[in-house]
């Protein structure tokens, strides 16, 4: 670790105090001037950081950069041999995991980013990404899946996001099937799992989990083509919560529940999630809508429809219309 990164680290564990200078360069064994400048580096670098005589520097509250700094101390789960990386702005943090993996097939980790310019949805969509709102990642998987697994891997993600979001404010998310996250009845989240084959074995040897959030009200407001179902967490700048707590807490949920995904045992609090399930919905399928009824999520996160003759249908790609 740098000593950049060092004192940006002690400095995020301790957001909103004063750390004397003498302090820092106790705590991490280095000098006042190489703490002196790395302050410069971090300020340089967009960090708020108020400096009083006496009594020394504070990250202030009102500071929400996406670091792997902030986010590591946070993590419950071990990360062993997985990365964090972050970045101010990216085309797309699923873009950059596959090109990293090109690069280092044996990658596992994170890959988080504040605006993305090339921001992808699902079926070929773009997933608006300005800077300083949202939260974008790419959580980078080895599971040697089929794609039955990657299903499951989805929507335990889904169930990871409202967790996390759950844990850290009062609110309750819920999800339409499959894997958007909405509040309010507003889409605020959505996940896009792409897989990598592994050549050789024919398997998925990759996952890569895209999760974007729309974290505060973007300053330009959203496109008018998603005006009136984008949704955001927060209205405006909160100081109470930041984007990389919520990062963390995705990963540490998400985490706990992938260790475990074969027992299928959170699609029960995924059924309870999906506000979907009783409602008339629309779907196609081969260019054709059909209209049905919502019935059930099945144990591999297929969504189980009655079609208006009464037969059932399970549906396991695609979308949805309430
Ligand atoms: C959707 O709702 O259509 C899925 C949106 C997925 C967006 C996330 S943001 C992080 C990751 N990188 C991307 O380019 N897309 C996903």
Not at 10 to 38: C, F, N, P
Not at 157 to 175: G, R, Y
């Amino acid at each position: 670790m740098s000593t950049k990164q060092k004192v940006l680290q002690y400095l995020e564990q301790h957001r909103g105090e004063s750390v004397s200078g003498q302090e820092l360069a106790d705590g991490l064994a280095i000098s006042r001037t190489s703490v002196w400048k790395a302050i410069n580096t971090l300020k340089a670098e967009g960090y708020q950081i108020n400096a009083a005589t006496n009594k020394g520097y504070q990250l202030s509250v009102e500071t929400d950069l996406l670091s792997e700094e902030a986010i590591v101390p946070l993590l419950s789960v071990a990360l062993e041999n997985k990365r964090i990386i972050a970045y101010k702005t990216i085309d797309s943090t699923n873009l950059e995991a596959k090109r990293i993996v090109n690069e280092d097939a044996a990658f596992e980790g994170v890959v988080v980013a504040e605006e993305q310019t090339k921001g992808r949805g699902r079926l070929g969509r773009v997933f608006f990404s300005p800077s300083e709102s949202g939260l974008y990642m790419s959580l980078v998987l080895k599971p040697f899946a089929d794609m039955d697994n990657a299903t499951l891997i989805t929507t335990a993600a889904a169930v990871a996001v409202c967790q996390a979001i759950e844990q850290l404010t009062d609110k309750k998310p819920q999800i339409k099937w499959v894997n958007d996250i909405f509040l309010d009845g507003r889409k605020i989240c959505g996940i896009l799992t792409e897989g990598i084959m592994d050549m050789e074995s024919g398997t998925i040897g990759t996952i890569i989990l895209g999760i974007g959030v729309n974290f505060r009200h973007p300053e330009a407001d959203f496109p008018e083509e998603i005006q009136h179902i984008a949704g955001t967490l927060f209205e405006a700048k909160n100081t109470e919560l930041t984007r990389n707590q919520l990062a963390a807490e995705i990963i540490n949920h998400f985490y706990s529940l992938y260790g475990n995904l074969a027992s299928r045992s959170y699609l029960d609090e995924y059924r309870k999630r999906c506000f979907i399930l009783g409602q008339q919905v629309s779907f196609q399928e081969r260019k054709e809508t059909f209209q049905a009824q919502a019935v059930a999520i099945d144990d591999n996160g297929g969504l189980v429809v009655a079609m208006p003759n009464g037969e059932e249908k399970t549906i396991t790609f695609g979308e949805i219309s309430v």
